[in-house]
């Protein structure tokens, strides 16, 4: 089952709070209100991806394995781009 409890979302069996991610992000210098925090499903499992607005050039593996370390969960997709609008959370789960 799928859920958002207080801004909580349930992700690959995990609990995983927005809020915190935007912690996260901030803890690595990016813009934490500029981020867009997408999930998905592909073949019955979820996805996570994020977007940020940056023009770094961050060392993306590095904050892949921070982000797993962190949150118990792997990231699919993540994206520097200078010119995103952060859009928050967008669940395109069914």
Known sequence: MFGN???MLKVKGV???PREVAFWLAGHGLDHTQ???RLWSQLG???VGLTVR???RDDLEAMRADFQ????LKLDALDLDPSH???GVVDERA
């Open 5 to 7: 409890v207080g801004g």
């Open 15 to 17: 609990k995983l709070f």
């Open 35 to 37: 981020h867009t925090l």
């Open 45 to 47: 499992a979820d996805r």
């Open 54 to 56: 940056s023009e770094s």
């Open 69 to 72: 370390r962190r949150f118990a």
């Open 85 to 87: 609008e952060g859009r």
